[in-house]
């Protein structure tokens, strides 16, 4: 009796404490030691059944009046404190007091192997072009899926066979063990490491699932590409994962989707850009030229005194709007190509020209090697 230790001490509580304040303390060190948490570790075992006997003890109004009036011997089935046994503690299962805490996440309340279970997601990469990107498209992608084994139907059996009752659980998926201790006969329950806690048992498994009753098999799948839809964006596609276990849902298809870059088009949110190119005398006299978009060529007559770098918009020429309406527009940049091989006779139209716009300006033009650099004569 001398070895162990106050029970309240063993809580972290005061002799004083309220009814709740023994529960919060119990429910934080219960989860801290419980065995299913540490497995193997005898230290943590022991401290898990030491917290669960100053619960018992505690949380019971008669026990704790017979342990704060005359300690351990009060509640020693072994003693007579006030003529009264110990007989509270005979057989409980610390996995009933536990789960009242935790909702039957330790010990006895294990996940039911036997649940619908819902298939795991998996995912693949699609490549497309510019212009399915925009317009959208249908695809086939071909994946490793887990489905359910045609051979066996899912069961796991061999065909003509069927599944047993485990005998070492009799079915329950569980087994107890009882271990005496100072708090009377405490009960643990786990799986059954026969048949892992469903319950039944395969004599003799399907060659082609190995008893598990689902296989990986290539699944093509065919996708439909949306319009509108850009780099490296993704598609979920609903049921199209891996088959569930226990007759559960299938998981989920996640695509993803690259997009080839396009020679001239280049995408800039729902706009697309493209450039294009006149001579000198388009630009300034103007002119019609064709352009390309996404649904053919256009013709757009560039209006006379085009700047080099001036934009032009053809409205509704661009990437249809993802999941929605409209669509954007083409945005046309403007070069003006400078000839760089000029004869003499288009030379002199040009300074010509250039005196004609400007009069009284005559410059001093790149290709009149007369002049030096401040435009003056050579003697």
């Known amino acids: 009796m001398a070895d162990k230790r106050d029970f309240y001490e063993v809580l972290g509580i005061q002799k004083g404490a309220s009814e709740d304040e023994i529960k919060k303390a119990y429910r934080k060190m219960a989860k801290e030691y419980h065995p299913d948490l540490h497995p193997g570790d005898k230290e943590a075992e022991a401290k898990f059944k030491e917290v669960n006997e100053a619960y018992e003890v505690l ?14 011997a009060g509640v020693d089935p072994n003693f007579g404190a006030d003529g009264a046994g110990f007989d509270g503690f005979g057989g409980f299962d610390v996995g009933d007091i536990f789960s009242s805490f935790f909702g039957g996440g330790f010990g006895g309340g ?43 139907s899912g069961t796991g059996a061999a065909k003509g066979t069927t599944t047993q009752t485990c005998p070492d659980c009799n079915g329950r998926g569980q087994i ?6 100072m708090l009377g006969v405490m009960q643990m329950q786990r799986p059954c490491p026969r048949c892992g806690g469903k319950g039944t048992i395969i004599p003799n498994p399907c060659t082609k699932c190995k008893g598990t009753g689902r296989i990986r098999h290539p699944a093509r799948i065919e996708v439909n590409i949306p ?9 979920n596609i609903r049921g199209q994962g891996n088959k569930g276990a226990n007759g559960g849902p299938a998981g989920d298809l996640r695509v993803g989707v690259n997009v080839r870059r396009h020679p001239y088009f280049e995408r800039d949110g729902f706009n697309v ?8 005398a388009q630009a300034a006299l103007g002119s019609e030229v064709v352009v390309p ?3 053919g060529d256009v013709k757009y007559a560039v209006p006379a005194g085009t700047q080099p770098g001036d934009v032009f918009k053809l409205k509704d020429r661009g990437i249809p709007v993802l999941n929605g ?10 070069n003006v190509q400078v ?27 790149g290709d009149d090697k007369s002049k030096n650099i401040f435009g003056k004569k050579k003697k």
């Open 339 to 365: 000839p760089k091989k000029l004869t003499e006779k288009q030379k002199e139209l040009l300074r010509a020209f250039d005196e004609d716009l400007n009069p009284g300006n005559r410059g001093n033009y």
């Open 110 to 152: 294990r996940t039911n192997p036997n649940a619908p279970q819902r298939g795991s997601d998996i995912q693949t990469n699609i490549t497309i072009s510019f212009e399915e990107a925009a317009k959208g498209c249908k695809k086939t992608v071909e994946v490793p899926r887990i489905e359910v084994c045609d051979q066996c």
């Open 59 to 72: 949380s019971d109004a008669d026990k704790r009046a017979r342990y704060d009036r005359y300690g351990h």
């Open 176 to 181: 107890s063990t009882q271990q005496r201790t």
């Open 325 to 334: 309406r409209g669509r954007g527009d083409q945005l046309v940049r403007v």
């Open 293 to 295: 978009t996404l649904d």
């Open 227 to 235: 319009a509108g839809i850009d780099d490296r964006q993704s598609m």
């Open 273 to 280: 850009w493209f450039e294009t190119t006149v001579s000198y």
